[in-house]
């Protein structure tokens, strides 16, 4: 959660490493993806710390805007750091998610809420496939991997996974399946 300016610097820096991005800023034409991640960096700094309520709604204006442009809802403060959303298309995250640092995520992902309003909590360096549905109150372990169009509707904690299948079931049990740290090691 990004409660601080330090805080946002590394969370807006963790971004745009796993963006593959090495210029200062984006492009005024084009770069929407890393656009769309700067507002909801910047929307989740002025919601989170109430310093500025003009900021926090012209961040808010420009998350929700270009998301809908997009095809992306994802709220405030579900995903940690090093956020990268790999291609437009529709994203649907629920409100009551939680998602580790380092998620590498595809079009046409749902992490939605189950009918008992629980919702998945996800660790780091997952990647999500395109396609994939997570619902309920769904575990996922870290470094895991969920193939594409699957459908997980329970827990796979252990982490080091690599899951597909509707419903998604282990596919392989591997050390470090899919890791990018912050350092830059795959």
């Not at 961040?59 to 709220?75: D, E, M, R, W």
């Not at 660790?123 to 997980?152: C, E, H, Q, Y």
Request: charged fraction near 25%; aromatic fraction near 12%.
């Amino acid at each position: 959660m990004i409660t601080s300016r330090k805080k946002l610097l590394e969370y807006l820096e963790k971004d745009k490493f796993a963006l593959g991005m090495t210029r200062k800023h984006p492009h005024l034409w084009g770069d929407e993806i890393w656009k769309f991640q700067i507002y909801l960096r910047k929307h989740e700094y002025y919601q989170n710390t109430n310093k500025n309520k003009l900021l926090l709604l012209y961040y808010k204006y420009k998350h929700q805007k270009l998301g809908y442009k997009l095809g992306f809802t994802i709220p405030c403060n579900v995903f940690g750091a090093g956020l990268r959303i790999n291609h437009y298309g529709y994203i649907v995250v629920s409100h009551k998610a939680k998602v580790g640092e380092f998620c590498d995520i595809h079009q046409g992902v749902n992490i939605g809420e189950s009918t008992d309003q629980m919702a998945p909590h996800i660790g780091r360096n997952v990647w999500i496939g395109p396609g994939a549905k997570l619902f309920g109150g769904v575990k996922i372990g870290d470094d895991t991997m969920v193939g594409a169009n699957s459908v997980v509707n329970k827990s796979f904690p252990e982490g080091s996974l690599v899951i597909a299948g509707i419903p998604a079931r282990i596919v392989s049990r591997k050390r470090n399946v899919y890791h990018r740290d912050w350092n830059g090691n795959v």
